[in-house]
């Protein structure tokens, strides 16, 4: 069964700066999908950004990008200049490519907190 | 197109009282899931609906939990006997067969508190 691990609780960053949260998971497939996406308190999740397993480019979404180290089986998310909006609860998520459902995986969750 | 939305927001109840959720999909949208978020916690796979049809459950779903998803349109998750063990936040998803990545846009949830 595949796993999906966030180490980082809680991660803080001055705004303006930039930050890395990590993701770690666990599969023995060589083909999926990989996700963030953002909670902000009290709203509905949203996609940051997607990564296919088969493509060896890293992802990038505006301030938003990833790095992806497939045979480390590491995905991290880099956000640069940091804006007060950022600030919400990121999950790192994991889907099979293989799956007919697509359901997600989900790690626990990293707390992001943008100081002014 | 307003998105996934979910009724009620917010549910108190009694243990051992029934409570009835509902997930309206993004209109052309196929596929619905409803996931369950503890607090501080990730989501958690419940269940998944292609259309009408309720292809996968997860061991997490057991017999007091239904849910049902008519005419491929919206779809209602139900527990019976609620126990306090199921306060959460429940999540419904949708996303449409034959996107690149079947990308799934959450609802805002549905927040229950067994008292």
């Known amino acids: 069964a595949q796993t999906v691990t966030q180490s980082q609780p809680e991660m803080s960053v001055q705004e303006a700066e930039t930050v890395t949260l990590s993701c770690t998971y666990d599969?023995?497939?060589?083909?999926?999908?990989l996700f963030w996406y953002k909670q902000p308190p009290s709203r509905q999740m949203i996609l940051v950004i997607r990564?296919?397993?088969?493509?060896?480019q890293n992802a990038t979404e505006n301030r938003f990008s990833v790095n992806f180290q497939k045979a480390a089986k590491s995905f991290s998310l880099k956000i640069s200049d940091s804006q007060l909006g950022d600030a919400a609860m990121y999950f790192c998520a994991y889907r099979s490519a293989s799956s007919n459902t697509g359901k997600l995986i989900f790690g626990q969750g990293t707390t992001l907190q943008v100081k002014p | 197109d307003t998105g996934v939305s979910q009724d009620p927001r917010h549910k108190i109840t009694k243990r051992g009282q029934n409570v009835t959720f509902r997930c309206d999909p993004i209109?052309?949208?196929?596929?619905l899931y409803w996931y369950r978020q503890t607090l501080g916690q990730g989501p958690e796979f419940l269940t998944y609906?292609?259309?009408?049809?309720?292809?996968?459950k997860s061991r997490l779903l057991s017999d007091r939990f239904s849910a049902e998803r008519p005419k491929g349109s919206f779809s209602t998750l139900e527990i019976q006997r609620t126990e306090q063990g199921d306060s959460a936040m429940y999540l419904c998803?949708?996303?449409?067969?034959?996107?690149?990545?079947?990308?799934?846009?959450f609802g805002p949830g549905t927040r229950l508190t067994v008292t």
């Open positions: 209109s052309e949208h196929n596929r």
């Open positions: 609906f292609q259309n009408e049809a309720q292809l996968e």
């Open positions: 990564q296919e397993a088969y493509k060896q």
């Open positions: 998803a949708s996303s449409r067969f034959g996107t690149v990545s079947y990308e799934q846009y």
């Open positions: 599969t023995s497939e060589s083909d999926y999908y």
